[in-house]
């Protein structure tokens, strides 16, 4: 399984597969434990140096900040 199969499985497992797609409410602890979880999700592995997670953070500047070190 390649670097970016095993991002969006673990994307989607923090998601709850179809779930998030069906439900029309998600309960605000839920959701606060998804953002939590996709937040870390993708900041690891854009850290690692992944690019698919790379490219999210970029399309989201006011949640990742990126530094060079």
Do not use: S, Y
Not at 13 to 25: H, P, R, S
Not at 31 to 46: E, P, S, V, W
């Amino acid at each position: 399984m390649t670097k970016n199969v095993e991002f969006i499985d673990k994307f989607i497992d923090i998601l709850g597969g179809d779930d998030f797609l069906l439900c029309d409410m998600i309960n605000q602890d839920d959701l606060f434990a998804m953002q939590d979880g996709l937040a870390n999700l993708i900041a690891k592995n854009a850290n690692e140096g992944l690019g698919l997670a790379k490219f999210i953070a970029d399309k989201c500047p006011n949640c990742f900040i990126a530094e060079k070190v």
